[in-house]
T-cell receptor
Framework: QKEVEQNSGPLSVPEGAIASLNCTYSDRGSQSFFWYRQYSGKSPELIMFIYSNGDKEDGRFTAQLNKASQYVSLLIRDSQPSDSATYLCAAPRGLNTGFQKLVFGTGTRLLVSP | IAGITQAPTSQILAAGRRMTLRCTQDMRHNAMYWYRQDLGLGLRLIHYSNTAGTTGKGEVPDGYSVSRANTDDFPLTLASAVPSQTSVYFC?????????????FGPGTRLTVL
């Protein structure tokens, strides 16, 4: 089982709809999670960071964390064609004292059609 | 402020040749990372550095080496390139490498080994 798992998609939604992207993780000790967006041919850029159970909202984006069920999701409201990208979920893992690496899922490709 | 720069942008390399991918950041971040990204496998950590003068191995270090002579630069060297090293390489940095630190990515280097 991969540490961080995502459905590769593509997830297709019409413009204006809510896109729901999901991520499950295997390590119950995971405390925080990152969502990155990656446009084709570009580098990943941070969308959201969440470390508490529940929801965190930032504009059209809402991250949801459920530690009991070991999943984290990203909701995109009023989806736009410009949201079409691959969304990467990542969780920190300790490498040595106080130092962490990020373990990434393989990403979910989102397609928003006009 | 440029953030993170990488060079070259792309390169085609003959198998067996030596190649150094350059990475420079101007954010005075302590932690730096090298990832490779392959279709279906996501981002995998090659090497990392906690701070200038220290480096460590990630998930896929074989065939690669790094150095961290100063805070800003973190070059990645392929001593004798092989076709399986064909990939997109991303350099990243974070302030301290803590679990809550965002990693910022460079634009990437697309490497093809023939």
């Amino acid at each position: 089982q991969k540490e961080v798992e995502q459905n590769s998609g593509p997830l297709s939604v019409p413009e204006g709809a809510i896109a729901s992207l999901n991520c499950t993780y295997s390590d119950r000790g995971s405390q925080s999670f990152f969502w990155y967006r990656q446009y084709s041919g570009k580098s990943p850029e941070l969308i959201m960071f969440i470390y508490s159970n529940g929801d965190k909202e930032d504009g059209r984006f809402t991250a949801q964390l459920n530690k009991a069920s070991q999943y984290v999701s990203l909701l995109i409201r009023d989806s736009q064609p410009s949201d079409s990208a691959t969304y990467l979920c990542a969780a920190p893992r300790g490498l040595n004292t106080g130092f962490q690496k990020l373990v990434f899922g393989t990403g979910t490709r989102l397609l928003v059609s006009p | 402020i440029a953030g993170i720069t990488q060079a070259p942008t792309s390169q085609i390399l003959a198998a067996g040749r030596r190649m150094t991918l350059r990475c420079t950041q101007d954010m005075r971040h302590n932690a730096m990372y090298w990832y490779r990204q392959d279709l279906g496998l996501g981002l995998r950590l090659i090497h990392y550095s906690n701070t200038a003068g220290t480096t460590g191995k990630g998930e896929v270090p074989d065939g690669y080496s790094v150095s961290r002579a100063n805070t800003d630069d973190f070059p990645l060297t392929l001593a004798s390139a092989v076709p399986s090293q064909t990939s997109v390489y991303f350099c990243a940095s974070s302030e301290f490498g803590a679990a809550t630190d965002t990693q910022y990515f460079g634009p990437g280097t697309r490497l093809t080994v023939l």
